[in-house]
């Protein structure tokens, strides 16, 4: 059962913990998007992505005999370094399983954090769940599930709970919200506090293109897959399937889907660093991508997205600079 | 005469407009400095630097006809783009004169944000001033001085009234403070906000090598000059000298200035992108490069620094990447 009592609940224990983020704004973005565009930057909370919220929120709901044997968490990455800083902040031992694709960057940030990180290979099939449930079992360690676990979702909500705020302190009461989607997590968190404190706003979940397995959903009524599970610069928000629990919130709460390129997502990840002095990976980039070049989709005067996350590599980073007008 | 009631003034004045930027910290930091660290982010002010509050101060304190005449400006960019921000707020003329080779980002954007800019070129001694004040004459029209100015001081000062009361909430009460600095306004007024909000502190200028008039005046009592112009990646804080009103605060309120070599500016702004996701540019990443690798200079466990500002072509931007390990 995931409700707005819960995320309350959740934005108490994360107090003095959790970042607020600010609400950013930029006269440029306004002219590229021809609306009035809000950014809520996750990308600077703790860990680099809005993850930290939902990690913290689990691991603080525990008691503490079952905490004090440690969590174990799948992830590609932003949910890995999340689940590490909040096991860390308790002194409890963390086990993060990752695919050996993540971004190295992710990968050593996470062991940095103090986690064990066990490494598998998801283009060969090797299950990641064999390898994770012989550890709980072997050690005790408790499940921290990405998205589809209500105190998870929960900790993400917080994030709504001060949108909510900030929107209410600009004046603004009407709007389509922008959240990067993965498996749905943050997109339900976030609409779940939206209808509570601010009913005027729609939430709308913002997805890769050929990874738009929340869109296809929310149009055929029922859980919809993607075909595949990789090859997408979007590593962050890649998921198979909408959760059980966030699928039928989002139905309930949020407005159609939005698809975006990775090349749009290279080039608002290039204005987010011109405009806005923001890191974002590509994933975290997406509604901002959506928020700048899907204007026909999106209704109203303002929009409000999230950059859920700035765990990105050098690399990947110059290819978004590459998107630039002053780029040699 | 500066002091803290115009500091206090202005806040109110910029309550409302200013951004209240957090303060921001990270482990990783923490473990390259070897204490804490904690970064004030003025990258993520208006027009991407702390220089809107200043501007917006002075604009703000003028009388409604001096104002609707228009202001003046000379500037390599970030006062530029302040005063532009704040000339706009009011619908006001801003006329800005700026050198031909200020990095194109700065004077794009100086234009986008609606001020007629007038280029004059600084390597072969064209003298902005004459250029200047013929306009003004002509036109009426208000100078606002990028630092030696006690409007434009106690508007960079609300920046810190904010450090004073982020660093209580954080229960710090006593540490080093590094502050970007150019011809010391920033400087002078963070110094006085301190002084009187958060007196533990002491405020330390950082500047670039070569650069370090002010760390030689305050060391021989009296106003040394640069023996140049340019010639270095902080374009943003290289001025010829002290200010004679910035120089008696720094003079009486500040410790040892800090100098830093280009190349430790670069990776400083390596480690903002990875650690904190935030854009630095080189003369803004200068306080922070003190804090990272001019550890033995500073006295206690905790050191608080600003970024000034973030307003970096992708092309110097690169450089910065290509300092990080995973760079290829």
Same mark, same amino acid.
């Given at each position: 059962m995931s409700d707005i009592t819960m995320i309350r609940a959740a934005a108490d224990r994360l107090k003095g913990h959790a970042r607020r983020t600010p609400l950013l704004s930029s *006269? $440029?973005?306004d002219e590229i998007a021809g609306r009035?565009? $809000?950014?809520?930057?996750?990308?600077? &909370?703790?860990? %680099? #992505? $809005?993850?930290y919220r939902g990690g913290r929120s689990a691991l603080s709901a525990l008691d503490g005999e079952t905490r004090a044997k440690g969590v174990l968490a799948y992830s590609s990455g932003n949910h890995a370094q999340g689940v590490a800083k909040a096991a860390a902040e308790y002194g409890v031992p963390a086990v993060i399983i990752m695919p050996a694709d993540a971004p190295k960057l992710k990968i050593d940030n996470t062991r940095a954090l103090g986690a064990e990180v066990v490494l598998y290979d998801r283009e060969n099939g090797e299950s990641r769940e064999a390898v994770g449930e012989a550890l709980k079992a072997e050690r005790g360690l408790t499940l921290v599930k990405p998205f589809d676990e209500p105190l998870v979702i929960a900790g993400q909500g917080t994030c709504g709970l001060e949108i909510a705020e900030q929107a209410r302190e600009e004046g603004i009461e009407t709007g389509d919200v922008l959240v990067c989607c993965g498996g749905g997590g943050f997109t339900a968190g976030v609409a779940m506090a939206l209808e509570a404190d601010a009913p005027g706003f729609r939430v709308r979940p913002v997805e890769p293109e050929g990874f738009?397995?929340?869109?296809? #959903?929310l149009e055929s009524g029922q859980r919809e897959s993607n075909a595949r599970a990789s090859g997408n610069i979007c590593d962050a928000i890649l998921t198979p399937a909408p959760g059980e629990i966030t699928f039928? =919130?989002? &139905?309930r709460l949020c407005g *159609? !889907? =939005?698809?975006? #390129? +990775?090349? +749009?997502c290279l080039r608002a990840m290039g204005v987010a660093f011109q405009r806005l002095k923001l890191v974002a990976e *590509? %994933?975290?980039a997406a509604a901002l991508a959506g928020a700048l070049y899907h !204007?026909? +989709? =999106? +209704?109203g005067d303002t929009v409000i997205c999230t950059i859920s996350g700035g765990n990105v590599d050098a690399q990947v980073f110059r290819r978004a600079l590459a998107t630039l007008d002053d780029a040699p």
């Open positions: *006269p $440029f973005l009035r565009v $809000f950014v809520k930057p996750e990308c600077l &909370q703790h860990t %680099g #992505s $809005f993850k738009d397995d929340v869109t296809r #959903s039928p =919130i989002m &139905q *159609p !889907g =939005i698809a975006v #390129s +990775e090349d +749009e *590509p %994933g975290g !204007g026909d +989709e =999106i +209704e």
